[in-house]
C-alpha cells in the first residue's frame, strides 16, 4: 500500500513561485504514477498535472501549462509541482495522489489508490 504526503504550501505574493513535494516511504513509489490535483473553496477538485512511473511522459490541464511543472525522483521516492507566476486563482488545497496508470487521473478517479492531506497555497496580491 502506498502512502503520500504533501509539503511545501504557503503564501505567496502574486507572481511569485512555490514547489510542492509530494513524499512516499514506500518502497513501490516508483511503480505509480502521480497526479497533482487542487480545490478551491465551493468548487470540484480538478487535475492539474500528471507524471507516469517512469517519469517520461506528463500531463498538463491548459490552465497551468507553461506555468506548473510536474517531476519526480524515484531515487528519492519524491513527486514535485512547481508553480510559476502564481497568481489569486491559484488559491486552493493541493493534493497529489497515487495510481497505476497516468489515464486514471482523469478517466478512472476511483482507481486512485491514495490521496494525501492536502497542502494549503494562498496568493496574494
Known amino acids: 500500500q502506498v502512502h503520500v504526503v504533501e509539503s511545501g504550501g504557503g503564501l505567496v505574493q502574486a507572481g511569485g513561485s512555490l514547489r510542492l513535494s509530494c513524499a512516499s516511504s514506500?518502497?513501490?513509489?516508483?511503480?505509480?504514477?502521480i497526479g497533482w490535483f487542487r480545490q478551491a473553496p465551493g468548487k470540484e477538485r480538478e487535475l492539474l498535472a500528471a507524471i507516469t512511473w517512469n517519469g517520461i511522459s506528463t500531463y498538463y490541464v491548459d490552465s497551468v501549462e507553461g506555468r506548473f511543472t510536474i517531476s519526480r525522483d524515484n531515487a528519492e521516492n519524491t513527486a514535485y509541482l512547481q508553480m510559476n507566476s502564481l497568481n489569486p486563482q491559484d488559491t486552493a488545497v493541493y493534493y497529489c495522489a497515487a495510481a497505476l496508470r497516468m489515464v486514471d487521473f482523469s478517466a478512472a478517479i476511483s482507481e486512485i489508490v491514495a490521496w494525501g492531506q492536502g497542502t494549503q497555497v494562498t496568493v496574494s496580491l
Open positions: 514506500a518502497r513501490t513509489f516508483n511503480a505509480y504514477a
